[in-house]
């Protein structure tokens, strides 16, 4: 059997449904337990009790790019062999890739205020973060203004792609333009060999968990437009009858 | 020589089939009025042979770039002058003589009008005299004759006969008379798609998930 | 295809057709940048590059809606399709026709506005070239956003809630060359990136453009 | 209770806020399809 | 009248009625302005109160083609104007209405884009002051804008230039507001300024947008 | 009692007259129908008893606030169900009762549909119902059975009979039968303009100059 049988709805439906509890309490326990272990571990000897931001952190910021990589996939998997299901999941995944975004960019900007002294620094990979959340926006609002559902799917895949490289095009033009400016004097974060096991092991466990999560969010997300799908094309038909 | 063949064509709108198992072939020559109640698909039948959207399913043979297609939209601009839509489109499908394709519609005496200052069955008529600077063999054409008074009417009669003894053919969907008692007619209604998920590829989100 | 073109600027220069509007937009965005910081030449000149340059792709945004939309209400974009020319070129010629009415006289406008804005002597001329290079991207990719927005009424807002994005690294060479340029060092990297990006994206973009048309006419 | 430091307010506001938006969009997909079943359940027995 | 002001308030939250959009085009617009002029504090925090200004008058106007057009197009318009509620009414709660779903939340928002400009913390409040008495101004006299083109297709850059020039009293006393309050000083004379122009606008301008509207649909 | 009196009225599109010299009345309980060619100025002549814009010449008669105006865009929002659009409109014009609206134009079964999900004719029959909550007696409609299929075009003669039998009123244009046989017909083109300068104020721009 291949992978393409489940872009059927029928069959996404039944097998989505009875993955859902189990993936859900895994998700639960995963993600409540790896926050909370991480908000119990001791503290740094320079960050202080900040250091505990990192596990909603890491884990958010990893999640909000791989989940627009996740959606460019499924966007190429809708425009190439038109399974409708691939579609409707990449516009499921979209907001939940916003607000992973903002997690990200919110902890790192209530972190940054006892670190840098500043709430917001126009540093290249926060920058990069500021612009992928714009991408997210403008996906998001495309697919909403759309009525119909086929145009909207090709189209918010086209943004997509198109979006993608200039996602990327625009992370080495930041790059360019802030070290343009203060040469080298760039404000790294932590490199990740210089973590304890203390902080790594709860990392591990709330990043797993982020990434069940969002599992469980994309399927349920995608149950969703399915069944508004199904209604909107019952009464189609029923009024072309 | 057949200028189109249209073999169990299904065409579909807003993601659901419209018709299908369309069948039928046009000859150099002549003419084909299709007809039907409103929403049957007449519309995305024609918009499907002239290649704005694709069949769900079916096959439609013809040469390349041999349509030329007009709907309701006429395509003028309203601040430029007659002369001047009818020679844009002259030159973009490359050739067509705008002198005599305005004589042909009665525009002469209109030829500097701004199309803004015409009223809405002289629009009509640059809108016709437009497939004639195309130069191309096949007319398809969705309710040619919408706005136009009698003596125009009889006018367009005039202009498709024309097109057919010059070895064109014409493909229209109407509600009304045309004056074209030669052409052969086409009823679709037979042709409405059954409902319920049909066999092969949804034509879009409505059949793929009803 | 010539014939395109010149009906499009024909159309842009006559009554209604909207010519200019993009520069006094330019220039009343240019007045109102002094009302909201203050007056003073210390507080303008270091951003005059930045204010110029964002002005001129708002300005270039707004005259965005036009470049299909039109033809699509009036039906022309049907007749275009089916015409003997590739819906890519058509698009490629309109964002040339937008550049030519909009673009081009931003790049003329904007060392008088520089004035406006106290923008030193010496930057002017990177002004010039940084624009010149940058804005035929900045309609290329106006012409994708307004290909995928044709069929949206009242679909400005949404247009440039798209487009802009796409246009920050243009936006951040073009800046970078004028700065490099009036500080007296090498503008030469930005200027090939810029260069690059524009190239990059009229060589590509006109296919997603004619894609995206496509699935609106259907 | 454990001790956060100075930084407590730091701490907290972070997982507040990122809880807050994780309950948010985990609520918001959950009662979207509640009723996206609901009303496709509606039209169904309905005919 | 409150059926009026709650059905806009629904079409603009439905999906479609763009609701949120003038505040992601108020973000991205904050965004830029760094590209423009560069990331330092120094340079950025100067600017930012008239930035912010700026762009929310752009952000608002960008949405004002709505307020009008669609009830134009779908005859909506002509069935308010035969309706027991004279066309005053209509427009000054269609301003209203505007207002609750762009302006209020561009307010909400400007404090944290702020942050993205590094407007010094005290001067947020009067931010938040000056915006929430300086928006009903944008609103009221951008329907009245939309009231002249409503007749226009495509008119939104017109629109924009006729609305901007009006726009630039409540701009001055806007930033003054905030500079001064931001310096320590006294603000109220500019508050008041900007509360007197809102209080003349809300009673005087609907008369102004109503004419026009009934030229209109003549 | 007359509901609609009009005396000699003269109206204007374009800034050029297009009819002059109407005149008749309408009494409670009477419907008229105004006939003529494309371009005559039916709906110029209705959009001026509505108060939509002003007459050149002549009176209109009637008491404030009695028309109901319906045209070709029938103000309904796509987003909103169709209840929301019905007691919009029912809240605008102060009363109306919005279940016995929708069950009279037999619109109970899609009250919860959006507007955006109807058909054409589904969306004229909700244009209609929002005629009958707005409780006004005279009814100004401009070609109401536009996309209308026969059973429904019956539906609405019932409608507009009621309306009669209630004491209302209804002035229409149309160019179909509406199968109201008891209905008077008035056909303008008789009151055709005549070209030239009239005498008096001149309607617009075009005639200041002609
Ligand atoms: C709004 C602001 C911020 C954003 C958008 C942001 C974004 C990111 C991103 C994208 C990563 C990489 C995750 C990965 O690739 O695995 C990351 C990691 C990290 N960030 Fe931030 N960051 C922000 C602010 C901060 C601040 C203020 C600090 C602390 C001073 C900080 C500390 C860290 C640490 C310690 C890591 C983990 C590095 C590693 O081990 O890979 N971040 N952040
Ligand atoms: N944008 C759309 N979205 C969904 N369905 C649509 C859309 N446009 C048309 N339809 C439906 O598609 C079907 C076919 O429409 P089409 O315009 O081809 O009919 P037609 O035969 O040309 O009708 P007419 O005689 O009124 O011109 C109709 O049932 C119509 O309701
Ligand atoms: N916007 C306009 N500008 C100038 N002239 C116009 C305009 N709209 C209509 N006209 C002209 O005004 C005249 C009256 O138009 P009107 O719409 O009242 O006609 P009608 O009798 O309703 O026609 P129909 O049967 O097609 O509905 C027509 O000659 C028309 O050409
Ligand atoms: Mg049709
Ligand atoms: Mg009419």
Redesign the pocket.
């Known amino acids: 059997m291949s992978i393409w049988e489940y872009a059927n709805p029928v069959k996404f439906m039944r097998v989505s449904g009875a993955a859902l509890p189990w993936l859900a309490i895994a998700a639960a326990v995963c993600t409540l337990g790896g926050i909370a272990w991480g908000f119990l571990t001791p503290e740094d000897y320079k960050q202080g009790s900040t250091v505990k931001i990192v596990f909603l952190h890491v884990p958010a910021a990893m999640m909000a790019i791989n989940i627009w990589v996740m959606m460019l996939i499924a966007s190429l998997i809708w425009l190439i062999r038109r399974h409708h299901v691939s579609a409707l999941a990449a516009k499921a995944a979209a907001p939940v890739g916003a607000v992973m975004t903002l997690i990200a960019l919110a902890t790192g900007a209530i972190w940054g205020q006892p670190m840098w002294g500043t709430w917001w620094e126009w540093d290249p990979r926060l920058t990069s973060f500021l612009i992928l959340l714009l991408f997210y926006i403008g996906y998001i609002a495309l697919w909403s203004a759309i009525e119909?559902p086929d145009s909207a799917a090709d189209l918010t895949g086209v943004l997509c792609l198109v979006g993608s490289v200039f996602a990327l095009l625009s992370r080495y033009a930041v790059l360019f333009w802030n070290q343009g400016l203060h040469q080298g004097a760039s404000l790294s974060v932590a490199p990740g060999e210089r973590m304890s096991e203390v902080y790594r092991y709860p990392l591990y466990v709330s990043m797993l968990g982020f990434l069940l999560l969002f599992l469980v969010l994309v399927l349920v997300r995608t149950r969703t437009e399915i069944r508004r799908r199904r209604l909107a094309a019952l009464q189609?038909r029923e009024m072309?009858a | 020589m057949s200028l189109l063949a249209v073999h169990d064509l299904a065409v579909a709108?807003?993601?659901?089939r419209?018709v299908e198992g369309v069948s039928f072939t046009l000859d150099a020559g002549e003419a084909l009025i299709l007809r039907?109640?409103?929403?049957?698909?007449?519309?995305?039948?024609l918009r499907c042979v002239a290649g704005l959207q694709l069949a769900v399913d079916g096959r439609i043979e013809m040469a390349e770039d041999s349509v030329a297609y007009a709907a309701h939209a006429d395509g003028l601009k309203a601040a430029l002058t007659v002369t001047e839509n009818l020679r844009f489109w002259a030159q973009i499908f490359g050739g067509g003589n705008v002198e005599q394709a305005l004589t042909a519609m009665d525009l002469t005496a209109l030829a500097d009008r701004p199309a803004a200052a015409l009223s809405a069955g002289q629009k009509r008529r640059l809108g016709l005299a437009r497939l004639m600077v195309t130069g191309r063999p096949l007319w398809v054409l969705?309710?040619p004759t919408v706005s136009l008074d009698a003596a125009s009417v009889e006018r367009f009669a005039a202009l498709v006969r024309a097109h057919l003894a010059g070895g064109g053919a014409a493909l229209m969907?109407t509600?009304i008379d045309l004056g074209l008692g030669e052409a052969r007619v086409l009823d679709l209604t037979p042709y409405r798609a059954r409902p319920g998920r049909p066999p092969g590829r949804p034509a879009g989100f409505n059949e793929a998930f009803a | 295809m010539i014939a395109l073109l010149k009906r499009d600027l024909a159309l842009a220069t006559r009554a209604g057709g909207g010519f200019g509007l993009a520069v006094a937009f330019f220039l009343i965005l240019c007045a109102l940048v002094p009302f909201g910081v203050g007056p003073e030449t210390s507080a303008l000149r270091p951003i005059a590059p930045g204010i110029l340059w964002v002005g001129a792709l708002l300005s270039c945004l707004l005259s965005l809606d036009r470049i299909f939309a039109l033809d699509h209400e009036d039906g022309s974009l049907d007749l275009l399709a089916t015409a003997p020319i590739p819906l890519e070129a058509v698009t490629a010629l309109k964002a040339l026709a937008h550049w030519i009415t909009t673009g081009l006289p931003l790049v003329v406008a904007a060392p008088v506005f520089g004035i406006l804005l106290h923008l030193p002597g010496q930057a002017t001329g990177w002004l010039i070239v940084s624009l010149l290079i940058g804005t035929p991207a900045l309609s290329m990719l106006g012409a994708f956003g307004a290909a995928i927005t044709v069929g949206l009424r009242r679909g400005g807002l949404l247009l440039s809630l798209l487009v802009l994005p796409l246009y920050i690294p243009t936006l951040i060479f073009g800046t970078e060359i004028i700065r490099r340029g009036a500080e007296g060092g090498d503008p030469t990297t930005p200027i090939l990136f810029l260069a690059g990006i524009t190239a990059g994206v009229m060589a590509l973009v006109p296919f997603a453009a004619a894609a995206a048309l496509r699935v609106n006419l259907r | 209770m454990i001790d956060l430091g100075k930084y407590a307010g730091t701490v907290l506001a972070a997982y507040g806020v990122s809880l807050l938006l994780l309950a948010g969009i985990v609520w918001q997909s959950w009662a979207a399809n509640a009723r996206a079943r609901r009303e496709l359940e509606k039209y169904e027995k309905n005919g």
């Open positions: 119909d189609a072309r | 709108r807003g993601g659901i419209a039907g109640p409103n929403g049957i698909g007449k519309t995305t039948l969705d309710e969907a509600h």
